[in-house]
């Protein structure tokens, strides 16, 4: 697959120019889009003005900053100034913020070439990206099924070799969810460590920004560009760089094995997991068993949390100062009911009500009090479970993907979330890997999650896997550019 | 496990119209979900410690520009004056 190195050796090399290398994605993002839907949008104007400012760079001798020059895709409820933000929702289907989040900033300030905005679950609820009000995106590995969500357009860009990196959110496990489905690498970033300033909120204690790469590597250096304190978001600090940090080397490495990941495991995921487990013994780690008894209480936990903040966040819309509104109205109580009615689709509906039912008085205590503190409890079993190990080592999803249109129920596709929405609860940062393909061919995916700002560690330990694996695991696709 | 009525409440809280002909469906997905949420009740854990002493810090007083009131009104689905616009009266009556 291709990597931000490649592009970087093309362009060092005069090989091609910034201009055209922009031409070339943007043109295989144009005829893949019909079947892959990775975009919601193609900022066409915006890449190869980049573009022709690296090439004038260039031309004048001057070295390359690290995502110089690099196309990539944006996930749409990433605020562009300027540019249609729409969170994959008829409630901003026409959306033009009149700022740029953080993490856009810092990557125009690398000259980043922006090629388009990421397909997505609507306002990033659904773990399938099939609620987006423009129609799901489909899996560049086998287009009869998902790309996963909520970030899976991002994921479909980079699978499918339309981009060199996404930028992704993951609230739940929106960021490696899909890069497990679609086989390449999705980063989590720890909470705070990437600033949320212009990520359109869905539940702003879950919420994190982070990269999906073909490559370990290009998940540290993008990780690398987009970190860092913001005064204009109190939750953030500042955190070391991780790229310098990667050797690759994992000799005496503690990783744990939580059983409770690996009840129930469809046979050709628990044998890939086993496998990885394997391999790493062999490349010097020790395997430590753990006990996690507080993992079957996370996907109640989390869903009632995050529930609560989105029916808070999502109290903004009401057709009056942007966004859509309605046209046909009794009085002002209905007018902003009806703009809600009409501008959300049927999942974020359903997420704000029971947000609103566990808020209300008489079941407050009951869910979210009591989710409080379960997720305070959690938060203090994992400080445990880092005292006898460096990283759990988890299957990212206790499946592969989803038939497009499966239209499972809410609870059941709740339930598929078991492994990602507990480093949400607790703040931690987690990356998953492809560790293998199932009986159909469709890409499994492995978690390592560490401890808080320990994404070095992750990383490296990601790494070491690769560089054994690589080559089986990560497919390059029949589509997209070809370098 | 959740009644008409409270999904009624609810919705009027969440200012969301129910359309008649969904309300059974949602009612049904509503109510599976809070089975699935309720598994909570069963976990005993500790109250938070909420007595911690945390000093305040605040960051100084500095003014910088900020964003213009043209921007700010520029998604407005109408706007008089520098004013945002919601009306009261839409071309239907109350049911």
Redesign the interface.
């Known amino acids: 697959m291709n990597k931000i190195k490649d592009i970087k050796h093309l362009l060092e090399a005069r090989e091609a120019s910034c201009v055209e290398v922009t031409k070339q994605f943007l043109s295989a993002s144009q005829q893949e889009n019909a079947e892959l839907n990775a975009y919601i949008s193609l900022t066409e104007e915006t890449a190869l003005k980049t573009a022709a400012a690296v090439d004038k760079k260039q031309q004048s001798g001057e070295k390359l900053l690290p995502l110089e020059g690099i196309p990539f895709v944006l996930k749409d409820n990433i605020a562009t100034a300027g540019l249609k933000t729409t969170c994959a929702s008829r409630m901003l289907e026409n ?2 913020p ?2 740029d989040a953080a993490v856009w900033e810092s990557l125009q300030k690398q000259n980043a070439v922006l090629i388009g905005k990421g397909n997505m679950d609507e306002f990033a609820m659904g773990s399938t990206c099939e609620t987006s009000y423009f129609g799901g995106a489909k899996n560049p590995q086998n287009t009869d099924y998902v790309a996963g969500g909520s970030s899976g357009g991002v994921a479909a860009a980079v699978a499918g070799g339309l981009s060199i990196f996404g930028i992704g959110s993951d609230t739940g496990g929106s960021i490696r969810q899909p890069a497990s489905f679609c086989g390449i690498v999705g980063l989590k970033p720890t909470y705070g460590a990437v600033s949320r300033r212009g990520l359109i909120a869905y539940a702003s204690s879950f919420d994190q920004i982070g990269p999906l790469t073909t490559c370990v590597e290009d998940a540290a250096l993008v990780f690398d560009a987009i970190r860092g304190e913001d ?1 204009l978001d109190m939750t953030s600090r500042d955190s070391s760089a991780v790229s310098d940090q990667l050797t690759g080397d994992i000799k005496g490495l503690r990783i744990g094995i939580a059983k409770e990941y690996f009840e129930n495991l469809p046979k050709d995921l628990a044998d890939s997991l086993q496998q990885a487990i394997a391999l790493y013994q062999s490349l010097g780690a020790e395997i430590v068993p753990i006990e996690f008894p ?1 993992l ?2 996370s ?3 989390y ?2 949390l995050a529930c609560a903040e989105a ?1 808070s966040n999502l ?1 903004r819309y ?6 859509y ?14 703009t ?2 009409e501008g ?1 689709g049927e999942e974020v ?2 997420r ?7 808020l ?1 008085a008489g079941y407050f205590d ?2 979210y009090h ?5 997720r ?2 959690i938060k203090n079993q994992f400080k445990t479970i880092f005292e006898s190990c460096d990283c759990l080592l988890t299957p990212t999803v206790p499946l592969t993907a989803m038939k497009s249109g499966a239209n499972l ?3 059941k596709t ?1 339930q598929t979330d078991i492994c990602t929405v507990t480093v949400n609860i607790a703040g931690l940062p987690a990356v998953s890997i492809p560790c293998g393909f199932d009986s159909k061919g469709l890409p499994i995916g492995m978690q390592l999650i560490g401890n808080q700002f320990s994404e070095a560690l992750i990383l490296n330990t990601a790494l070491a896997f690769e560089r054994e694996t690589a080559e089986q695991y990560i497919k390059t696709p029949d589509r997209g550019v070809k370098l | 496990m959740i009644t008409q009525t409270e999904l009624e409440k609810i919705a009027a809280l969440a200012k969301l119209s129910l359309d008649k002909e969904d309300t059974q469906a949602l009612l049904n997905d509503v109510s599976s979900i809070l089975d699935f949420a309720n598994a909570i009740a069963e976990v005993e854990v500790g109250e938070l410690n909420l007595t911690e002493e945390k000093t305040k810090e605040l960051r100084e007083d500095i003014i910088y520009p900020s964003t213009s009131v043209e921007d700010i009104l520029s998604n407005a689905a109408e706007q008089r004056d520098g004013y945002f616009v919601a009306r009261k009266l839409g071309g239907l009556t109350d049911e």
């Open positions: 959306h033009v009149i700022y005064p507080m079957k209480y996907l109640p936990t869903y009632i029916s109290g009401d057709g009056i100062r942007y966004g509104h309605a046209e046909k109205f009794s009085d002002l109580e209905d007018f902003v009911c009806r809600r009615s959300f509906r359903r704000i009500l029971l947000g609103t039912y566990v209300s009951a869910y009591k989710a409080q503190l379960v305070n409890s129920d809410p609870v709740y």
